[in-house]
């Protein structure tokens, strides 16, 4: 049995639930528009923490299953009309949940704590970098000055967000370098543009796939009014491929989404780790799969 759990409304979880179904593979679902419901307890015996959870007047333990899937959108995203009460309960039953998620003696993808890596990206890059991958230079600043001198220096310059809150990665020209003084309310990352083919790479275990995107804009999640992107899967190089697969283990991440650019002299960049890859949006339009890694993954198919 694996454990899923998150809004069946979702693609990534949708897709699982299909392919895990389609492998034969038992699944608990706990959905997430239903926490404040959940019968769960946690508790320490013996020095293991146990968990089981109420579903349809059974108890099951959800120790014995084999690998947990965690993908936790919040009330807002999976359309839950506002109730403070509710909320409140979900809360606590989710802050439960995803505390013996960390501890949870079984296959977790992610592990709550590993995820975190991913609210700093200074501290992420530099694991990134310990790795092996190249990052382009970036500078974290509130001081309009000290931009300007970066993009003096590097001539092409993209920002986003330094957390792990979801930002659009946009250059700094036309206005928005006209506005440069709005950073004084806001840290900022600051990067130099490199150019390049973009690849997104998903490790799930010691598995890699990896697709190339095409795309006229800067950051090829966001069409903004171009076309939208091309995908295409392609063979990372054996090396470039085991360095993903290193540094998803070394972030303990067993699940990730690693973006890579590969340059014209052929130096492979690497911005980033996502711990809660939208996989669904790379595996519908490539038939890469993605969702039947995870799924055997999960529930332990993948040792010999």
């Given at each position: 049995?694996?454990?899923?759990?998150?809004?069946?409304?979702?693609?990534?979880?949708?897709?699982?639930?299909?392919?895990?179904?389609?492998?034969?593979?038992?699944?608990?679902?706990l959905?997430?528009?239903?926490a404040?419901?959940?019968?769960?307890?946690?508790?320490?015996?013996?020095?293991?923490?146990?968990?089981?959870?109420?579903?349809?007047?059974?108890?099951?333990?959800?120790?014995?299953?084999?690998?947990?899937?965690?993908?936790?959108?919040?009330?807002?995203?999976?359309?839950?009309?506002?109730?403070?009460?509710?909320?409140?309960?979900?809360?606590?039953?989710?802050?439960?949940?995803?505390?013996?998620?960390?501890?949870?003696p079984?296959?977790?993808?992610?592990?709550?704590?590993?995820m975190?890596?991913?609210?700093?990206?200074?501290?992420?890059?530099?694991?990134?970098?310990?790795?092996?991958?190249?990052?382009?230079?970036?500078?974290?600043t509130?001081?309009?000055?000290?931009?300007?001198?970066?993009?003096?220096?590097?001539?092409?310059v993209?920002?986003?967000?330094?957390?792990?809150?979801?930002?659009?990665?946009?250059?700094?020209?036309?206005?928005?370098?006209?506005?440069?003084?709005?950073?004084?309310?806001?840290?900022?990352?600051?990067?130099?543009?490199?150019?390049?083919?973009?690849?997104?790479?998903?490790?799930?275990?010691?598995?890699?796939?990896?697709?190339?995107?095409?795309?006229?804009?800067?950051?090829?999640?966001?069409?903004?009014g171009?076309a939208g992107?091309?995908?295409?899967?392609?063979?990372?190089?054996?090396e470039?491929?085991e360095?993903?697969?290193?540094?998803?283990?070394?972030?303990d991440?067993?699940?990730?989404?690693?973006?890579?650019?590969?340059?014209?002299?052929?130096?492979w960049?690497?911005?980033?780790?996502?711990?809660?890859?939208?996989?669904s949006?790379?595996?519908?339009?490539t038939?890469?799969?993605?969702?039947?890694?995870?799924?055997?993954?999960?529930?332990?198919?993948?040792?010999?």
């Open positions: 049995m694996i454990i899923v759990v998150g809004s069946p409304a979702e693609p990534p979880v949708s897709l699982l639930l299909d392919r895990a179904a389609g492998e034969g593979i038992e699944v608990l679902l959905a997430e528009e239903e404040h419901a959940w019968q769960l307890e946690v508790a320490v015996r013996g020095g293991v923490v146990g968990a089981h959870a109420g579903r349809y007047g059974a108890r099951v333990d959800l120790s014995r299953a084999s690998g947990l899937y965690l993908r936790l959108s919040g009330p807002e995203v999976v359309g839950l009309p506002p109730d403070p009460l509710r909320d409140r309960r979900q809360a606590a039953a989710l802050t439960a949940l995803t505390a013996w998620a960390d501890v949870a079984l296959r977790v993808a992610n592990r709550p704590t590993a975190m890596s991913n609210t700093s990206k200074p501290y992420q890059a530099a694991l990134i970098r310990s790795h092996g991958f190249d990052v382009p230079e970036t500078v974290v509130s001081d309009p000055e000290a931009v300007r001198h970066f993009l003096r220096r590097h001539g092409r993209v920002y986003k967000s330094v957390s792990g809150v979801r930002s659009v990665v946009h250059e700094l020209t036309g206005p928005r370098l006209d506005d440069l003084d709005r950073v004084r309310d806001l840290p900022t990352q600051f990067q130099r543009l490199v150019v390049g083919t973009n690849v997104r790479v998903h490790v799930v275990g010691d598995r890699v796939h990896a697709c190339a995107v095409d795309s006229d804009t800067i950051d090829y999640r966001y069409a903004e171009g992107a091309t995908m295409t899967p392609v063979a990372l190089p054996d470039v491929a360095r993903c697969v290193a540094l998803a283990e070394a972030l991440l067993p699940l990730a989404g690693v973006d890579l650019l590969r340059d014209e002299d052929d130096q960049w690497c911005f980033e780790v996502n711990p809660s890859p939208a996989y949006s790379f595996e519908e339009p038939g890469m799969p993605i969702a039947h890694s995870l799924a055997t993954w999960l529930a332990g198919r993948d040792v010999a």
